[in-house]
Nanobody, 122 residues
């Protein structure tokens, strides 16, 4: 599966953004798809994942503010980000793997898209 992330941009604190991860290839519906982010000078961190059955999981920093969803008919996963904070500034990467647990354990899914930059000004 190949992934293409989009939707990043420059916003102010409190604003919203919706990131999209478009996938090509077969069996998209069989994959867990999620998001990681990497801020300047920091390690990459897990943000959220949605399994092939629609079960979701979020990092503590994302709970209550971010919502992940998927449209299997369009092969797209969305990350709705509300109440954005300056500390959300990062490059956001979408990723996919048939094994949802790797998003939480090894944090090394098999397939990665290019990043999309989110900048939140204070």
């Amino acid at each position: 599966v190949q992934l293409q992330a989009s939707g990043g941009g420059l916003v102010q604190a409190g604003d919203s953004l919706r990131l999209s991860c478009a996938a090509s290839g077969s069996d998209f519906g069989a994959y867990a798809v999620g998001w990681f982010r990497q801020a300047p000078g920091k390690e990459r961190e897990f943000v959220s994942v949605i399994t092939h059955t629609g079960t979701t999981n979020y990092a503590d920093s994302a709970k209550g503010r971010f919502t992940i969803s998927r449209d299997n008919a369009k092969n797209i996963v969305y990350l709705q980000m509300d109440s954005l904070k300056p500390e959300d500034t990062a490059v956001y990467y979408c990723a996919a793997d048939r094994r949802a647990l790797v998003f939480i354990t090894t944090r090394a899914p098999d397939h990665w898209g290019q990043g999309t930059l989110v900048t939140v000004s204070s």
